[in-house]
């Protein structure tokens, strides 16, 4: 190998920058994981978007308070409920993001108009929003494990033009029963 036959300098110096290169490249993977599942949600396309996932994902929206487990229900009840809802929607990272050899974390910014499937309630609002929040994503072999989306809900829903508590109809009062 001719690897091998470079001077002992040579050596000394190409092997601690190809561990610094295989290292960023490293860390470098999951922000490139997470520019691609983006992209496919600001493409609109769902499954796509899922292909990033890890069969066993655990999608975690802090607003609705429990955890979506699967790749089928990530994207049927996540993915697809957003694009369907929000036709136009944009996902944007905003700043730098934090990056690990198996996380990353950052900020976001989210744009659309509810001219889709109702958010809540009982028909769309066909008002624009434009609200932030931040994303915590664990992957493994190049797939997201786990994504935890953390943002302000009654601000979401304030911009949508929905009540904090969708109000309940209530049921007409019973009639005394004839005698």
């Known amino acids: 190998m001719k690897f091998l036959n470079l001077p002992r300098l040579g050596r000394l110096v190409l092997l601690p920058t190809l561990f610094f290169a295989v290292h960023a490249y490293a860390a470098d993977a999951p922000l490139k994981v997470v520019q691609k599942y983006m992209a496919a949600w600001n493409a609109h396309n769902a499954n796509e978007a899922a292909l990033s996932f890890d069969y066993d994902v ?3 929206d802090a607003s609705v308070g429990q ?13 697809k409920f957003f694009i369907a809802a929000f036709p136009d929607l944009q996902w944007k990272m905003e700043g730098a993001p934090l990056v690990t050899q ?12 509810n001219t889709g499937i109702p958010v809540d309630c009982d028909k769309p609002t066909g008002k624009p929003i434009a609200f932030r929040g931040v994303s915590m994503i664990r992957l493994k072999g ?6 935890g989306d953390y943002y302000d809900a009654l601000t979401f829903r304030n911009q949508v033009g929905l009540p904090a508590v969708c109000p ?12």
């Open 168 to 179: 309940i109809v209530a049921a007409a009062p019973a009639t005394p029963a004839a005698q």
């Open 142 to 147: 190049g797939k997201i494990t786990y994504q």
């Open 67 to 79: 955890s979506q487990y699967g790749v089928v229900p990530a994207r049927d009840n996540v993915i």
């Open 102 to 113: 198996d996380a990353i974390a950052f900020q976001w910014v989210f744009t659309g108009t």
């Open 58 to 60: 655990e999608y975690f």
